[in-house]
Each structure stands twice: as structure tokens, then as C-alpha cells.
């Protein structure tokens, strides 16, 4: 397992945006499908944007498709999610993670290993 840490996450008004950054150490990430993933409180965890290894295609959940953005900067090993008109229901505690496949929707955050400490994103006005 890949060791990486969020950052990035704080307190914006609707409509605006944060960037969040997925730092690795350890290992670099290019050959990794690295995804994000966010938990509201009292609702499941659920994968929302990854860029797959090898090719960098990358992936959204719905929710988030056009507002989202993913990109990874191997010169720094990190990934980075652009997140832009925020609304109120992005407020959650977002994770990355470093995987050998992409996984968007809800998950159960027990069926895979060790997570991260995540990082708080509250859009609110």
C-alpha cells in the first residue's frame, strides 16, 4: 500500500472552489490508479474521481462530472482534484488513495486497507 496524504480541504462559500492535493511518499504513483473519495456524515463512503495508471484516463461520479477536475503532476508524485462550483452536498471528508483499479460509487471503507486522515471540505455560506 502507498503511503499518501490529503490536503487542500477548508471552508468555501457555494459556488466556489478548492483544490486538493494527494502527496505520496515512499513510492511514486505514476503506475497507480489514484482515487478520491469522500464521506458525508451518516452516508457511505463513495469514490468520486480517479486517474487510472498507465494511461491517466480518468473517471467521475455523476454528482461531481463537469465540476471536477483530476490531474496528476508526477514531477511532484502527486495528484491533484480541482474542485469548482461547490455546493453545500460536497461537504464531506475527502481521501485519496493509491490502487491497482479505479472504483467510483459507494464502497464500504472497511474492505479496504488502511486509510488515510483525510482532509475536511465544508461548503457553506
Known amino acids: 500500500q502507498v503511503h499518501v496524504v490529503e490536503s487542500g480541504g477548508g471552508l468555501v462559500q457555494p459556488g466556489g472552489s478548492l483544490r486538493l492535493s494527494c502527496a505520496a511518499s515512499?513510492?511514486?504513483?505514476?503506475?497507480?490508479?489514484v482515487g478520491w473519495f469522500r464521506q458525508a456524515p451518516g452516508k457511505e463512503r463513495e469514490g468520486v474521481s480517479c486517474?487510472?495508471?498507465?494511461?491517466?484516463?480518468?473517471y467521475y461520479a455523476d454528482s461531481v462530472q463537469g465540476r471536477f477536475t483530476i490531474s496528476r503532476d508526477n514531477a511532484k508524485n502527486t495528484v491533484t482534484l480541482q474542485m469548482d462550483s461547490l455546493k453545500p452536498e460536497d461537504t464531506a471528508v475527502y481521501y485519496c488513495?493509491?490502487?491497482?483499479?479505479?472504483?467510483?460509487?459507494?464502497?464500504?471503507?472497511?474492505?479496504?486497507?488502511?486509510w488515510g486522515q483525510g482532509t475536511q471540505v465544508t461548503v457553506s455560506s
Open positions: 488513495r493509491a490502487d491497482l483499479y479505479c472504483v467510483i460509487g459507494p464502497i464500504v471503507a472497511a474492505d479496504f486497507d488502511s
Open positions: 486517474i487510472r495508471g498507465g494511461d491517466d484516463n480518468t
Open positions: 515512499g513510492s511514486t504513483l505514476d503506475n497507480y490508479a
